[in-house]
């Protein structure tokens, strides 16, 4: 299997734009979290779904955070007005219940 | 809510000494999880552990978990130049929670 996959890997923005971030699972994974990561805050989990349903989304800062899963190999993470704040990297990671969480590889997003 | 912390922040660790990390939760947890993420990269994940008291080892990586399920700890013996980075330990209660993490240097 290929991991995680995360795209892109590096998005640069200016404040205001509309931000989307994307993850492919490990095909069989039941589980997908999204995570926000920075020097200030550490890793956050933002939202995590099972079985393609939003569990809990109470790490999601703020309304102009979205996620979805449309299905089991795909997901968003969406940012619209981005501001510069949302700078950091952001990471999808997935797993089976129960079991350990594999991390893709991080987007960097910087916001200007 | 759940909350774990993990202590000291910054580990900075000579070549060939030892070293322990800890985590405490505020709650009980079903289980526990350690990560290590090297500098640029991502957590990758080490160890799982389940039960209370349990201590599993990697090579010269000492886990252990509570006998409360409240606290675990990370030893590593002869520090070496690939320990180098940030290792998290993550809390199974009700919400999975990451602490803080450990951000490991060694000097040669």
């Not at chain 1, 640069?12 to 999204?34: A, N």
């Not at chain 2, 990586?61 to 006998?67: A, C, D, I, N």
């Amino acid at each position: 299997d290929a991991g995680v996959i995360q795209s892109p890997r590096h998005e640069v923005t200016e404040m205001g734009q509309e931000v989307t971030l994307r993850c492919k699972p490990i095909s069989g994974h039941d589980y997908l979290f999204w995570y926000r990561q920075t020097m200030m805050r550490g890793l956050e989990l933002l939202i995590y779904f099972n079985n393609n349903v939003p569990i809990d989304d109470s790490g999601m800062p703020e309304d102009r955070f979205s996620a979805k899963m449309p299905n089991a190999s795909f997901s968003t993470l969406k940012i619209q007005p981005s501001e510069p704040r949302d700078s950091a990297v952001y990471f999808c990671a997935s797993s089976r219940v129960g079991y350990e969480q594999y991390f893709g590889p991080g987007t960097r997003l910087t916001v200007t | 809510g759940q909350q774990v912390m993990q202590i000291p922040q910054y580990q900075h660790v000579q070549e060939g000494e030892d070293f322990t990390t800890y985590c405490n939760s505020s709650t009980t947890l079903s289980n526990i999880q350690w990560y290590k993420q090297r500098p640029g990269g991502h957590p990758v994940f080490l160890i799982q552990l389940v039960k209370s008291g349990e201590v599993k080892k990697q090579k010269r990586l000492t886990f252990q978990f509570g006998e409360a399920k409240k606290n675990s700890s990370l030893h590593i013996t002869a520090t070496q130049t690939t320990d180098v980075g940030t290792y998290f330990c993550a809390g199974s209660g009700y919400k999975l929670s990451f602490g803080a993490g450990t951000t490991v240097t060694v000097r040669a």
